[in-house]
């Protein structure tokens, strides 16, 4: 089965966590290989994950939510919600 981004994004926890089946899992991993977004979505999230088990603060750019965002939406608004 070939993912677009949304179901890469809706399975990113479950693959960090290693509790996906090994089907779709192999799917995910083909996806991230020729996918520099979902590959940054990737390693983000598992950069969160550092950070909040770290008890360190970090002060974000004042725009950072909105150009986050407005990168998402662009994405979202420009693949088909559907597998092709």
Do not use: K
């Not at 590959?39 to 999230?45: H, I, K, N, Q, R």
């Not at 550092?50 to 360190?56: G, K, V, Y």
């Amino acid at each position: 089965m070939v993912l677009n981004c949304r179901h890469v994004w809706d399975r990113i926890s479950d693959y960090i966590d290693g509790s996906l089946d090994p089907s779709v899992r192999a799917d995910v991993e083909q996806h991230l290989a020729h996918c520099e977004i979902c590959s940054a979505v990737l390693d983000s999230t598992r950069n969160i994950i550092i950070l909040m088990a770290d008890d360190r603060v970090f002060e974000l750019p004042v725009d950072f939510s909105q150009r986050l965002h407005a990168c998402l939406d662009l994405v979202l608004a420009t693949e088909s919600p559907d597998p092709v």
